[in-house]
């Protein structure tokens, strides 16, 4: 009868259900760090690569019953992410930093442009994004996830970026990059010239830069910090390079120079106790959260400032000075004083 029938069927949908449920996740949860990264690199953007992740992780779900194992479960999940940002990026604006707009400024005096909060600006990530598990960090040591690189990669088209991301960045075959994109190996190929091609008239994307050690690093940056909220601006022109360069996205307006960058922070930023830094880690370089002070108690939220460096000085200061990316590097809204 079917009350009899009923609760034997719901049980044995829930019997056979939460074994694939825990296979599944088995199978497939040690590869989501490496897939936030590959869905950062294809779409410069934290927020909108946890949200591809989650799609990729629903596609293979529901998918799952028909995965015969052509391919390995890592590839599998690489074909439904790189798909997933493809059909994403479909008609949507590159995410530039204000150096791949327009020509840098050598003169502080300048009027700077308006913001522009409504250009989808490149964001940078937390290393924890990353992890040890990611190939890349592997593979292609930190050149993968430099802010340099992630700007370069926004000059591609969508599926030259995946080609050389997936080639170059993770090291698949031509053959599985190829069944990923369900497209055959010469086309792979031929993107990959092209992409490879269009990177090197972008100029150097600091690969390998010749960082200083651990330790000189680390007096490097408590001196910068030290130089920047003590406004003492002798000390910060010491620590930067003849050619170092300066940009603010959303502020479109950027700087090139020591003499530039210098007379910038010297006339418009540096306050005696107007800033707070706290380090971090982004995009596999040095980096602090930033706040502002606002009263005689309390700083907000500013930003992140991401560091370069070259020998035992600064090459580039990029600072996203956007407060919602605080949260992402797990940085307080308001600190008290």
């Given at each position: 009868?079917?009350?009899?029938?009923?609760?034997?069927?719901?049980?044995?949908?829930?019997?056979?259900?939460?074994?694939?449920?825990?296979?599944?996740?088995?199978?497939?949860?040690?590869?989501?760090?490496?897939?936030?990264?590959?869905?950062?690199?294809?779409?410069?953007?934290v927020h909108d690569a946890?949200?591809?992740?989650?799609?990729?992780?629903?596609?293979?779900?529901?998918?799952?019953?028909?995965?015969?194992?052509?391919?390995?479960?890592?590839?599998?999940?690489?074909?439904?992410?790189?798909?997933?940002?493809?059909?994403?990026?479909?008609?949507?604006?590159?995410?530039?930093?204000?150096?791949?707009?327009?020509?840098?400024?050598?003169?502080?005096?300048?009027?700077?442009?308006?913001?522009?909060?409504?250009?989808?600006?490149?964001?940078?990530?937390?290393?924890?994004?990353?992890?040890?598990?990611?190939?890349?960090?592997?593979?292609?040591?930190?050149?993968?996830?430099?802010?340099?690189?992630?700007?370069?990669?926004?000059?591609?088209?969508?599926?030259?970026?995946?080609?050389?991301?997936?080639?170059?960045?993770?090291?698949?075959?031509?053959?599985?990059?190829?069944?990923?994109?369900?497209?055959?190996?010469?086309?792979?190929?031929?993107?990959?010239?092209?992409?490879?091609?269009?990177?090197a008239q972008a100029g150097?994307?600091?690969?390998?830069?010749?960082?200083?050690?651990?330790?000189?690093?680390?007096?490097?940056?408590?001196?910068?910090?030290d130089a920047f909220t003590?406004?003492?601006?002798?000390?910060?022109?010491?620590?930067?390079?003849?050619?170092?360069?300066?940009?603010?996205?959303?502020?479109?307006?950027?700087?090139?120079?020591?003499?530039?960058?210098?007379?910038?922070?010297?006339?418009?930023?540096?306050?005696?106790?107007?800033?707070?830094?706290?380090?971090?880690?982004?995009?596999?370089?040095?980096?602090?959260?930033?706040?502002?002070?606002?009263?005689?108690?309390?700083?907000?939220?500013?930003?992140?400032?991401?560091?370069?460096?070259?020998?035992?000085?600064?090459?580039?200061?990029?600072?996203?000075?956007?407060?919602?990316?605080?949260?992402?590097?797990?940085?307080?809204?308001?600190?008290?004083?």
């Amino acid at each position: 009868m079917p009350s009899d029938i009923e609760p034997s069927t719901t049980e044995s949908r829930t019997a056979t259900t939460v074994p694939a449920e825990n296979e599944f996740a088995a199978l497939t949860e040690r590869f989501r760090k490496e897939l936030l990264a590959h869905c950062y690199r294809m779409l410069g953007s934290v927020h909108d690569a946890e949200d591809l992740v989650q799609e990729t992780y629903l596609r293979a779900w529901r998918g799952f019953g028909g995965f015969e194992g052509r391919s390995s479960v890592r590839n599998w999940l690489y074909k439904i992410a790189t798909m997933a940002c493809l059909t994403a990026l479909e008609g949507r604006s590159r995410r530039p930093l204000p150096s791949g707009l327009g020509a840098p400024e050598d003169d502080h005096r300048v009027a700077m442009a308006a913001r522009q909060p409504e250009v989808a600006w490149l964001q940078p990530a937390p290393d924890s994004l990353f992890g040890f598990d990611d190939p890349a960090a592997i593979v292609a040591g930190r050149m993968g996830v430099r802010l340099a690189f992630l700007a370069a990669l926004q000059l591609l088209p969508a599926r030259q970026r995946a080609v050389l991301t997936l080639r170059d960045v993770l090291a698949f075959r031509t053959v599985e990059v190829a069944a990923m994109l369900d497209t055959t190996p010469t086309a792979v190929d031929s993107a990959l010239r092209r992409a490879r091609s269009r990177l090197a008239q972008a100029g150097p994307v600091a690969a390998d830069l010749a960082e200083p050690d651990e330790l000189a690093q680390r007096r490097l940056l408590d001196d910068y910090v030290d130089a920047f909220t003590r406004a003492d601006h002798a000390a910060l022109l010491e620590l930067m390079r003849a050619d170092v360069e300066m940009e603010m996205p959303p502020t479109p307006t950027w700087f090139t120079g020591r003499d530039a960058v210098h007379g910038f922070l010297r006339s418009r930023i540096l306050r005696p106790g107007l800033w707070r830094f706290t380090p971090v880690r982004a995009n596999g370089q040095p980096a602090f959260v930033v706040h502002k002070r606002v009263d005689d108690h309390h700083y907000e939220a500013y930003g992140i400032q991401v560091l370069t460096l070259i020998g035992a000085r600064i090459a580039r200061i990029t600072a996203f000075n956007d407060p919602p990316l605080v949260g992402v590097f797990g940085g307080a809204p308001i600190l008290e004083t």
